[in-house]
């Protein structure tokens, strides 16, 4: 899955995730530590398997649910029309 931030679309880490600045709308949204993470794999062509892999190796979590998570930041980062991909 090739996912790249758009263009207008600026991604700041804070102490406990990440802001993400729609600059063409003005509006922003925030990310926890474990959304950075998906979201910078996904940015570093990383699979949505590998990631669950890597997810329920460090957290609690099997590897079905963090599928499911990181398929929901994915969609909710292409509704909102930050990434392309």
């Given at each position: 899955?090739?996912?790249e931030?758009?263009?207008?679309?600026t991604?700041?880490?804070?102490?406990?995730?990440?802001v993400?600045?729609?600059?063409?709308?003005?509006?922003?949204?925030?990310?926890n530590r474990?959304?950075?993470?998906?979201?910078?794999?996904?940015?570093?062509?990383?699979?949505p398997?590998?990631?669950?892999?890597?997810?329920?190796?460090?957290?609690?979590?099997?590897?079905?649910?963090?599928?499911?998570?990181?398929?929901?930041?994915?969609?909710?980062?292409?509704?909102?029309?930050?990434?392309t991909?």
């Open positions: 899955m090739a996912v931030l758009r263009p207008d679309v991604l700041t880490p804070t102490g406990g995730g990440a993400v600045l729609d600059e063409h709308s003005g509006r922003y949204f925030q990310l474990t959304g950075l993470l998906i979201l910078r794999s996904l940015l570093d062509g990383r699979s398997d590998e990631i669950a892999t890597d997810l329920s190796d460090r957290f609690p979590v099997t590897a079905d649910q963090a599928r499911t998570d990181i398929t929901r930041l994915h969609d909710s980062l292409r509704a909102a029309g930050l990434v991909g």
